[in-house]
DNA sequence: TGCCAGGCCGGGT
DNA sequence: ACCCGGCATGGC
């Protein structure tokens, strides 16, 4: 992939606020209307923790209508800074400062923060190994045959971390190019995608281990496989 | 016109 | 522990 399509650069965001608010603004949305967002959000002078603090909650909602699910994304960014004030000062230094795991539960514990929007902001605003299984990711993983069609979240995630060296850099690049192959060849509606680049590095299907077939329990996985 | 997009929550089994 | 409907805008 990365020779396919080169280095992706992610995320594409210049500050730790901004990674934060784009991945809560781009949940289950197309990242454009999440870039119009806080692009308003920026013209408007809104990107600063202290100013969203003072922002009516009407304001928020005004200023990320492009983003869609726009009541929902405004609440959740309220209750991220609101969450962020009492726990941490204000602070997203006292924030990162954290163990990743520690981190990670006390986000999921902020309404409308799930799995997938604590781990973009564990890798790409903290930097940490924290593999973001998100929708493009387990649809190409599980077109392929290396997951079941119905596997979640985590165990998607766990799939990855079982054979992947904790490599922060790692992560946010591979996670980076399945996006673009995703949006390129695994679209939703598309049952197969033989143009995928993925294909020349995969076995033949016909050669294939089901790895996570059914019930059988993962396979132990040699050290830096 | 209809489908899709880098989810998450709450209520129901 | 799943399953489902609701949430909403913008692009093709």
Same mark, same amino acid.
């Given at each position: 992939m990365l020779r396919a399509f080169?280095?992706?650069?992610?995320?594409?965001?210049?500050?730790?606020?901004?990674?934060?608010l784009g991945a809560i603004l781009?949940?289950?949305?197309?990242?454009?209307n999440a870039a119009l967002a806080i692009r308003n959000l920026k013209d408007n002078g809104l990107l600063s923790l202290v100013k969203l603090k003072?922002?009516?909650?009407?304001?928020?909602?005004?200023?990320?209508?492009?983003?869609?699910?726009?009541?929902?994304?405004?609440?959740?960014?309220?209750?991220?800074?609101?969450?962020?004030?009492?726990s941490c000062g204000g602070s997203l230094n006292v924030m990162f400062a954290r163990p990743a795991?520690?981190?990670?539960? &006390?986000?999921?514990?902020?309404?409308?923060?799930g799995p997938e929007t604590a781990d973009a902001i564990l890798l790409y605003a903290g930097r940490h190994p924290v593999f973001v299984a998100d929708?493009?990711?387990?649809?190409?993983?599980?077109?392929?045959?290396?997951?079941?069609?119905?596997?979640?979240?985590?165990?998607? &995630?766990?799939?990855?971390?079982?054979?992947?060296?904790?490599?922060a850099a790692l992560f946010n690049e591979f996670h980076a190019l399945l996006v673009e192959v995703g949006k390129r060849y695994c679209k939703r509606q598309v049952a197969l995608c033989e143009e995928c680049p993925l294909e020349e590095f995969l076995?033949?299907?016909?050669?294939? &281990?089901?790895?996570?077939?059914?019930?059988?329990?993962?396979?132990?996985?040699?050290?830096?496989?």
């Amino acid at each position: 992939m990365l020779r396919a399509f080169g280095p992706q650069g992610w995320w594409p965001a210049r500050t730790r606020l901004e990674v934060i608010l784009g991945a809560i603004l781009v949940q289950n949305t197309a990242w454009q209307n999440a870039a119009l967002a806080i692009r308003n959000l920026k013209d408007n002078g809104l990107l600063s923790l202290v100013k969203l603090k003072r922002a009516s909650l009407d304001e928020l909602e005004f200023h990320v209508k492009s983003a869609g699910f726009y009541r929902q994304k405004a609440r959740t960014i309220r209750n991220f800074v609101d969450w962020l004030e009492h726990s941490c000062g204000g602070s997203l230094n006292v924030m990162f400062a954290r163990p990743a795991a520690e981190l990670r539960r &006390q986000l999921l514990g902020i309404k409308g923060l799930g799995p997938e929007t604590a781990d973009a902001i564990l890798l790409y605003a903290g930097r940490h190994p924290v593999f973001v299984a998100d929708a493009y990711t387990r649809r190409i993983l599980a077109r392929h045959g290396l997951v079941r069609d119905c596997a979640g979240y985590s165990e998607v &995630q766990g799939f990855l971390h079982q054979r992947l060296p904790p490599d922060a850099a790692l992560f946010n690049e591979f996670h980076a190019l399945l996006v673009e192959v995703g949006k390129r060849y695994c679209k939703r509606q598309v049952a197969l995608c033989e143009e995928c680049p993925l294909e020349e590095f995969l076995p033949k299907k016909h050669e294939r &281990q089901p790895l996570l077939a059914g019930a059988a329990a993962p396979q132990p996985v040699s050290e830096g496989a």
